[in-house]
């Protein structure tokens, strides 16, 4: 599964632009920006943790901006924990039990999607999650969609994809048509019915349009690194089918078998330690941008998927510093700045690198300036414009870096 490119170059300025891009839709969805409903935040990482609310009848109308549950007064557990042992992908899961006493059904729901990602009034939707149960819920368990908390409710009995084992996740799904009445307190749900008072936690929640898709899209391309940490890809051909992209990084060179979960939802920050090696790999990025920028950190890889609507995750793209020359490897220990330069251009240093010696050269070769081990600023105030270089040694190498004064 594990295809490794070489590297090239990428401009800065289109990565800083697709940079802040990926940052816009972070801030507008929260942590979930793929999919075709992100707002939905159905990996429930973003979620509070704690007791879920409760949404009926009496806030028709209101859209709900967490996840809740159909009716307090029905539910012998509604929670959303942050457990990492219990969740299927990242660290938070929603668990729901029917208080059978009380009533004869009750909802897990989503948040309201919001214009302009609405869902659509008379459309067929596939809802798509995992759950795990001491014992199989059946037909009791039933995915659905609700246009409105009054009325036009479509939840129909499930269909696993994956055989039932006890207290594991199971894949399961079902695809409704929408009724034709909508308002802003609208959700998918996952309803148990029939008084039946199985304990169901839930992980991975997705909808999406039209029929179950279990077809994995296209693999990423052309993967780009430089000293900079700015990291960059090719979309593919075929398009991302209204997802985007998901980055792992790992601290040593992955197996193939080291992959996200199939179909799982993270965040920024999860971790993932699937597959052979005891390889650790932390989520990176979440989005719909080819490009981000990370702390560069030599010997760093990066696994890159393409995610469609159903979270169906690509074969990976693997980018790594392996390719850099050494040249490239050891200016990343320095920070010269700024350049261009008018006054003065000031030097730092990282990783306990220590200056021998900085000198100065303009294009004939004449040396302007001579520093030594001190040297964190040089005063260019005197010196013509054009371009000069800058020449550092150091204790475990030397640098030679081009510099324009202004």
Do not use: H
Not at 117 to 136: L, P
């Amino acid at each position: 599964m594990t295809k490794t490119l070489p590297l090239k170059k990428v401009k800065s300025y289109k990565l800083a632009l697709a940079t802040i891009a990926c940052l816009v839709v972070s801030l507008s969805w929260g942590q979930q920006v793929i999919g075709e409903f992100p707002i939905m935040d159905g990996g429930f990482e973003a979620q509070p943790a704690g007791t879920m609310g409760n949404a009926g009848s009496n806030q028709a109308g209101t859209a709900q901006t967490e996840w809740t549950v159909s009716s307090s007064s029905r539910a012998a557990i509604r929670e959303i924990e942050n457990d990492a042992s219990k969740a299927r992908s990242g660290n938070y899961s929603a668990t729901m039990k029917l208080l059978a006493s009380a009533g004869d059904n009750i909802r897990l729901q989503s948040i309201s999607t919001v214009s302009p990602q609405d869902m659509k009034v008379s459309t067929e939707y596939t809802i798509q999650f995992f759950y795990k149960a001491a014992a199989n819920p059946g037909d009791d368990l039933d995915p659905g969609i609700y246009l409105n908390n009054t009325s036009g409710g479509s939840a129909g009995n499930k269909t696993d994809l994956t055989a039932f084992v006890a207290n594991t996740y199971t894949k399961t799904y079902a695809t409704r048509t929408s009724a034709d009445t909508f308002n802003a307190s609208n959700w998918a749900v996952a309803r148990m019915s029939g008084s039946n008072e199985t304990e169901v936690t839930f992980d991975d929640f997705v909808v999406y349009s039209g029929a179950l898709d279990e077809t994995a899209p296209d693999a990423p391309t052309g993967g780009t690194y430089d000293v900079s940490g700015n990291i960059g890809w090719t979309a593919p051909a075929s398009g991302i089918d209204n997802g985007g992209y998901v980055v792992v990084k790992y601290t040593t060179m992955p197996n193939a078998d080291n992959d996200p979960n199939q179909n799982g939802i993270y965040q920024v920050g999860n971790t993932t330690n699937n597959g052979t090696g005891g390889l650790s790999g932390e989520i990176v990025y979440v989005g719909t941008s080819t490009a981000f920028t990370d702390t560069y950190v030599a010997g760093s890889y990066y696994k890159v998927y393409t995610v469609d609507k159903a979270f169906n995750y690509s074969e990976e793209l693997v980018i790594s510093d392996s390719v850099l020359s050494v040249d490239e490897v050891f200016a990343s220990n320095f920070k010269i700045y700024p350049n261009p330069a008018k006054d003065f251009l000031n030097i730092s240093t990282l990783n306990n690198v220590n200056i021998e010696s900085v000198k100065l050269f303009n294009l004939i070769g004449k040396e302007v300036y001579s520093g030594g081990s001190s040297t964190q600023q040089i005063n260019i105030s005197n010196l013509n414009k054009g371009l000069y270089l800058l020449k550092i040694e150091a204790d475990s190498g030397s640098l030679n870096k081009k510099v324009i004064v202004e």
